[in-house]
């Protein structure tokens, strides 16, 4: 996930992508680039951050509207994994936007597992209509 205020995005992004490039499909990159605007000033009421001098050094912290619009925007991309019905969520599962990798020969194995299938199923209903089903699915 980029950071907020995108300190290390390209260090966190080149991680995901070298895990995808190794074979992790589990991992994605989430751009949180556009849901805060770090520009807005501290004492507006819409400011995101505040800066929190109660420690030293001082930090930059989400204010509770920061941390609303954060977890409304998070909630979008981890509803599937945490819903019971996936239906409910909001947000397409990151497969869809993100892409799968292709394995050849898992695609060929697929395509052939399906072709095998149709071939009994043709066997069964149209090409055999004298044999029983067992002698048909075993022909």
Request: glycine share 8%; aromatic share 8%; with cysteine.
């Amino acid at each position: 996930m980029r950071t907020l205020r995108g300190q290390l995005e390209q260090a966190t992004q080149n991680a995901v992508t070298k895990l995808r490039a190794d074979g992790d499909r589990a991992g994605f990159w989430l751009d949180t680039s556009d849901w805060l605007d770090p520009d807005v000033e501290e004492d507006s009421q819409i400011a995101e951050f505040f800066l929190d001098e109660t420690v030293t050094p001082a930090k930059s912290r989400l204010t509770e509207q920061g941390n609303q619009r954060v977890a409304i925007f998070l909630h979008t991309h981890v509803c599937r994994h945490l819903a019971g019905v996936e239906l409910n969520c909001a947000f397409l599962p990151h497969e869809v936007y993100q892409g799968k990798g292709l394995d050849q020969e898992e695609a060929g194995f697929d395509k052939y597992i399906e072709d095998e299938k149709e071939r009994k199923l043709k066997l069964l209903f149209w090409e055999n209509e004298g044999l029983g089903m067992e002698e048909a699915l075993v022909g």
